[in-house]
């Protein structure tokens, strides 16, 4: 029998008796995991009954130290007799034979099983899906960029010049204003034209594309200041009425409507 005692309200187990039945128990002897088994839930049922009683009020004239001593014997007594099914599960798991390593290639053992614990095999992730290539060819995309653009009536080649401007085709790219994905989102941007994820292409082109349109319709057709807009933002290139004068910009709109 493990021995339980009483350690600042809570619950311990005597670390003799628990280390003599661990060992019995690593050599896989039935009667000492059916033993532990029953033993721990008794114990659990102990616990639980012992936490639902300091749960209630007991102010009154019963709560006193032979009462307490009383509800102590009582639920020890208890606990050996109710189960809830915790030691038949304990016994089935502890009784299954340890697991070997698989030799065979693409599995690997799992690095946190313990040195007398059961190794389960892990399969290995193939190469292809552990690391996702940021960067895609234009030519993968050629064909999303001409379905929008000729959907949305937008200039042939437009899109494909601002991903390359934007994100140098990188799908996962960053700014350190905000802005995400191949076709460089903002976070407002991206809501207000339907984009739930601006790192994934399509998505990125369907938005973008949108959101020209709306700047084309806005600047009357201009296709400089929509595409200035695009990067600037509409509230500067309604300021200055044109192009702002940033660097960035002006070089950003020469860029894209070199070819376009």
């Not at 001593?69 to 009784?95: N, T």
């Not at 693409?106 to 193939?126: F, K, L, N, Q, T």
């Not at 085709?169 to 802005?179: E, F, I, L, M, V």
């Not at 595409?227 to 950003?252: L, M, Q, S």
């Amino acid at each position: 029998m493990i021995k339980v005692t009483d350690i600042a309200g809570g619950v311990a187990l005597d670390p003799k008796n628990l280390n003599s039945l661990r060992n019995s128990a690593k050599a896989n002897s039935p009667e000492a995991i059916k033993t532990a088994a029953k033993q721990m839930e008794s114990l659990f049922v102990n616990m639980m009954l012992k936490s639902m009683r300091q749960a209630t009020p007991q102010d009154g004239p019963m709560d006193n130290d032979q009462t307490r001593l009383f509800s102590s014997m009582l639920d020890s007594q208890i606990s050996q007799h109710v189960h809830v099914g915790l030691a038949d599960m304990m016994i089935k798991q502890l009784s299954k034979p340890a697991v070997k390593p698989n030799p065979v290639a693409g599995m690997s053992p799992d690095p946190h099983s313990s040195a007398g614990g059961v190794e389960v095999p892990i399969p290995s992730m193939p190469k292809q899906a552990q690391k996702k290539d940021r960067h895609i060819t234009p030519d993968a995309l050629k064909p999303i960029f001409k379905d929008v653009e000729s959907k949305l009536d937008l200039p042939v080649g437009l899109l494909e010049k601002m991903a390359f401007a934007e994100s140098s085709w990188d799908t996962r790219a960053h700014s350190n204003k905000g802005a995400s994905g191949l076709m460089q989102l903002m976070p407002g941007t991206a809501k207000r034209f339907h984009v739930d994820d601006p790192t994934e292409p399509k998505q990125a082109i369907e938005g973008a594309g949108r959101y020209m349109r709306w700047l084309l319709d806005r600047y009357g057709g201009n296709l400089e200041k929509a595409v200035a807009a695009y990067n600037a933002g509409e509230g500067n290139v309604d300021k200055y009425n044109g192009v702002p004068p940033f660097a960035e910009t002006r070089e950003y709109v020469k860029r894209v409507l070199k070819s376009v």
